[in-house]
């Protein structure tokens, strides 16, 4: 290399700033300058933003994501918290009813914590800490049109920039070409990807959807005096696919002295945005304790909707000639219903496979963006298989009928919640495969085997167990 001649540094183009973009920046910037392409205007702090709609709902992440997270970020769960965040154990800290109508005892011998806040913390927080990296800049109200380059190999993202960027000169405005070593598309569950792929002469993509219907009404409330000076628990009762319609919901305190309160319904028993008949329908749940909880406290903001919960899944990994210099993660890859709070785990755990494959390899390497999809499919495949386990029990779920190994999957995860409610052991392995610490063979391991098969066999919980102290605080 001549004498003074700096090396280029690797590009790298982030298509959405969500929580899978912001994600993904933050592995990508050891390797890469990043841009990040956010076609909205973000918040200044922890308030609502248009792109995340379902931000409204009741959200958590899994143990298996914090780890995650404080991997590729150091300390950010610890700054989560320290604005209000809570990291509960799982389940002692969680009052829980599973979909075949078992309670677990609230045993607080296993590792497992999860992160509990409000979507618009954490979304704060994140974009603080990634945003602060002088590797990483940020395009706000600018809009990815297409990529560029060709079947073989994408060289870059066209954008049309707004007329408010922070750009401040007409040189940015309109469309341009931001050429780059890598594009990674983080644009959710509304991804073009597909199509630009074929618009490149590029390979269609294998879908699957499995939808079970599911409709949410979400309202946030005032917590109770009482309540406010203890860890009160999470309180989850879960419909059951053997029920149609199944009916569920989750009580969520989180910061701010708040409640989250989502309720959850499939096809035929769907709940509304009518403030008379919310209560009603956490009271005519199997178990009425949500209602009992919330009665009587004063609501915050009215009753949010959504519909749009189907798993979909696009097998980008499946692909045999995938263009180098592209990447697909987060939701564009996999959404899932939200009732089983993987997406913010599996986000963490891709970008996360991201950076130890780059680690391992650096950018530029031919085959490197093929690798990296099928290391991000990982994560994606262990949630979807337990989304889709018990969503295609649903009526109407998915013209596809479940896989053998979806069944026995299905079948054998409801024996190990059985169990689980019963026994330390067995719910410390049930729980490192839903935190998605552990692959699904865990189940199979002593752990859950020896109990499952000869004991001890204690009686099942025949309601909530809610101390009386948490009774007295939230029930008047």
């Known amino acids: 290399m001549a004498e003074g001649i700096v090396p280029r540094r690797p590009t790298a183009v982030v298509i959405g700033a969500s929580a899978t973009g912001l994600l993904a920046a933050a592995a990508l910037a050891d390797f890469a300058d990043v841009t990040v392409v ?49 990291l509960a154990h799982i389940m002692g800290d969680m009052v829980s009813r599973a979909p075949n109508e078992v309670w677990f005892r609230r045993f607080t011998s296993t590792h497992h914590r999860n992160l509990v806040c409000s979507r618009d913390l954490l979304d704060s927080v994140l974009r603080g800490r990634v945003l602060a990296d002088e590797r990483i800049t940020l395009r706000q109200e600018t809009t990815a049109l297409r990529l560029e380059g060709d079947a073989t190999a994408v060289t870059g993202v066209r954008i049309r920039a707004g007329a408010a960027t922070d750009a401040g000169d007409d040189a940015d405005a309109g469309e341009r070409t931001l050429r780059a070593d890598l594009v990674v598309d983080a644009s959710g569950r ?177 085959g490197l963006a093929r690798r990296l999809q099928r290391a991000a499919a990982r994560p994606v495949a262990a949630a979807w298989d337990l989304a889709v386990g018990q969503d295609a029990l649903y009526p109407g779920a998915t013209d596809t009928r479940p896989n053998g190994v979806e069944r026995l999957l299905a079948r054998f995860v409801d024996k190990a919640v059985e169990t689980g409610a019963r026994n330390p052991r067995a719910l410390a392995a049930l729980l490192d495969v839903m935190s998605l610490e552990r692959p699904a063979t865990r189940l199979f391991s002593p752990d859950m085997l020896i109990p499952m098969l000869i004991g001890p066999r204690r009686p099942h919980l025949q309601g909530p167990p809610l101390t009386d102290a948490e009774r007295k605080t939230a029930v008047p």
Not at 58 to 80: C, Q, R
Not at 238 to 255: F, S
Not at 260 to 271: N, Q, S, Y
């Open 190 to 366: 509304g991804s073009r990807a597909p199509r630009w792929l074929t618009e490149l002469g590029g390979p269609s993509i294998t879908e699957r959807e499995v939808n079970a219907g599911v409709a949410y009404a979400t309202r946030l409330y005032r917590a109770p005096e009482a309540a406010r000076n203890i860890d009160f628990p999470l309180v989850n009762v879960q419909a059951n696919p053997a029920k149609a319609p199944g009916r569920g919901g989750i009580v969520l305190p989180i910061e701010g002295n708040r409640w989250i309160v989502t309720l959850a319904g499939t096809r035929g028993g769907e709940p509304s945005d009518d403030p008379g008949a919310f209560v009603d329908f956490a009271l005519n749940l199997d178990d009425p304790v949500i209602g009992e909880l919330v009665k009587g406290l004063e609501p915050l903001g009215e009753i949010v909707t959504t519909r749009a919960t189907a798993n979909r899944r696009r097998y980008y990994e499946r692909v045999k000639h995938w263009p180098d210099g592209f990447l697909v993660l987060g939701d564009a890859v996999a959404g899932y219903n939200p009732v089983y709070g993987h997406g913010l785990t599996v986000a963490a755990q891709c970008a996360l496979a991201v950076r130890d494959t780059l680690g391992a390899t650096g950018l530029g390497q031919p």
């Open 38 to 86: 956010e076609r909205d205007r973000l918040p200044d702090g922890p308030e609502p933003r248009r792109g995340v709609p379902q931000a409204r709902h009741a959200h958590l992440v899994w143990s298996g994501g914090v780890k995650a997270l404080d991997d590729l970020l150091p300390g950010l769960t610890g700054e989560i918290v320290a604005h209000g965040g809570r």
